[in-house]
């Protein structure tokens, strides 16, 4: 890495959403702690994905011998913030063995008649795997709130349950990273027209994106509640500003790296003899 | 790709199982069809995995607007031949967010009171996926036949039944690419060994691999009877040299490219109006 930019300072602590944060303040054309520029984001990018590879793989070992330990990533963002290229770029370059991928779309009309964390509860990660969350519980308590969907004091109640659910999940071996990709306004403008204007895009683009649109600052709302009510010890979130598709994707790598690095995770020892073992197998 | 060494002849031919094939006659040192060496390989393997992305995208794109498309890869082999290499490095290259992995593991006491295929059906790929079996129904006429654990009246019966399950997945959209990594026996102790003698491989080593170890040439001649019994137009099987790992990679990141050309994927047409789109973008 003699020659790659690196990091200044660790972004989990610039981009932690805790006490005092306030979204508005945030410039989503920032690049918190990184002097770099695009090629060095990239380079940076590649440099690391065997790194975050192996992690996973000790992670994925140490479940095969007992371990409980786990990691939840969940991403929320409004459309075109980018999610998707965080899942296909940072995300894609650990082993899909050790992945476990679910994308939250608008819930079934069976999801719906149970409560909004009974579907969510079938995806968390198994010992070993990096789960991730593509949408979340947390549509419950942003487009939910935006529209109105759930009265306040039900949005309460959805924070509270929201926590200890994290809580539960916390306590029982998994590592939960949180992250909103923080585009602005205009960002999101200039994606929406770029889909438009690429027919390999148009699959992609849908004018329900633009009916959410309409309700931004609604948006940032519900977005600064979740924060100031879910914002925990044991699952924080983090603001990734996203303007800069290549600076919200070493942002979260480095979450990632983080959140693994905290397991002090090891190689599992042999539950067998070494020694035997390999004469058995000369022989055989 | 000017400079990289590509397939003088596309290996799907060569290495189908069809009438006639005699597994005892593949060297699984060898790499049909390709001139090339480990370096050219390797390069040739990286130079592809855009297209095989690009490809997957269109898949599921297309399913976004009601194509039933989607690809299953079954992936059977002896143990250490590489089905774990050919997920992280072939499949690994596709977005996280089209594929649909399923390790297949011993069934469980439930899996078990049910028909083999019931635990199968429930992991096919939906619409624009492309689906991954690490091990499959097959099983149920390999390890079954090999120790005695299904009569022959019984293995025939799941011939049959194998080959109406597959050719109903054909029927409904997808695309099969059956691949066994054929490994020889010398390489498999070659390959366990080396296993013991890195600690960090320890967790990958199993002593329950040299028990089925000691049964070689019978799951030899249970995958001869597979391929005599289950090679049909809509299910090929095909045979991948396997004991050099980048020409296996290569091989079968060169049949699902192959599956994925056939079906002769399009970005899916707009069904929105552009124009308008674009105008109620720039304004709002």
């Known amino acids: 890495m003699a020659n790659i930019e690196t990091f200044d300072e660790h972004p989990s602590g610039t981009l932690a959403a805790g006490d005092g944060f306030k979204l508005a303040d945030v410039d989503p054309d920032s690049t918190p702690g990184y002097p770099g520029g695009k090629s060095d984001g990239r380079a940076l990018l590649e440099e690391?994905?065997?790194?975050?590879?192996?992690?996973?793989?000790?992670?994925?070992?140490?479940?095969?011998?007992?371990?409980?330990?786990?990691?939840?990533?969940?991403?929320?963002?409004?459309?075109?913030?980018?999610?998707?290229?965080?899942?296909?770029?940072?995300?894609?370059?650990?082993?899909?063995?050790?992945?476990?991928?679910?994308?939250?779309?608008?819930?079934?009309?069976?999801?719906?008649?149970?409560?909004?964390?009974?579907?969510?509860?079938?995806?968390?990660?198994?010992?070993?795997?990096?789960?991730?969350?593509?949408?979340?519980?947390?549509?419950?308590?942003?487009?939910?709130?935006?529209?109105?969907?759930?009265?306040?004091?039900?949005?309460?109640?959805?924070?509270?349950?929201?926590?200890?659910?994290?809580?539960?999940?916390?306590?029982?071996?998994?590592?939960?990273?949180?992250?909103?990709?923080?585009?602005?306004?205009?960002?999101?403008k200039a994606r929406l027209l770029a889909r438009l204007d690429d027919p390999s895009k148009h699959w992609k683009y849908s004018s329900s994106d633009l009916k959410e649109r309409a309700f931004w600052d609604d948006y940032m709302a519900a977005y600064q509640a979740a924060f100031d009510k879910t914002h925990t010890e044991v699952a924080p979130w983090h603001v990734v500003p996203a303007n800069k598709k290549w600076y919200a994707r070493i942002a979260v790598q480095q979450l990632l790296l983080q959140a693994m690095e905290d397991l002090n995770l090891k190689w599992p020892a042999a539950e067998f003899d070494v020694a035997l073992e390999r004469s058995l197998v000369e022989r055989s």
């Open 48 to 188: 690391l994905d065997g790194k975050l590879a192996a992690l996973q793989e000790q992670l994925f070992a140490e479940a095969k011998f007992g371990g409980t330990k786990r990691v939840l990533l969940i991403l929320q963002a409004m459309d075109t913030a980018g999610k998707g290229g965080i899942v296909a770029h940072v995300v894609g370059a650990m082993d899909p063995q050790g992945v476990q991928l679910k994308a939250f779309k608008a819930p079934t009309d069976e999801e719906k008649s149970y409560d909004f964390l009974w579907r969510i509860e079938k995806e968390v990660p198994a010992a070993g795997m990096v789960g991730v969350f593509d949408r979340s519980h947390y549509e419950d308590v942003l487009i939910h709130r935006v529209h109105g969907w759930a009265p306040p004091e039900e949005l309460e109640r959805r924070y509270t349950a929201i926590n200890e659910f994290e809580a539960r999940l916390a306590a029982s071996g998994t590592r939960i990273v949180k992250v909103m990709l923080n585009i602005s306004r205009d960002e999101q």
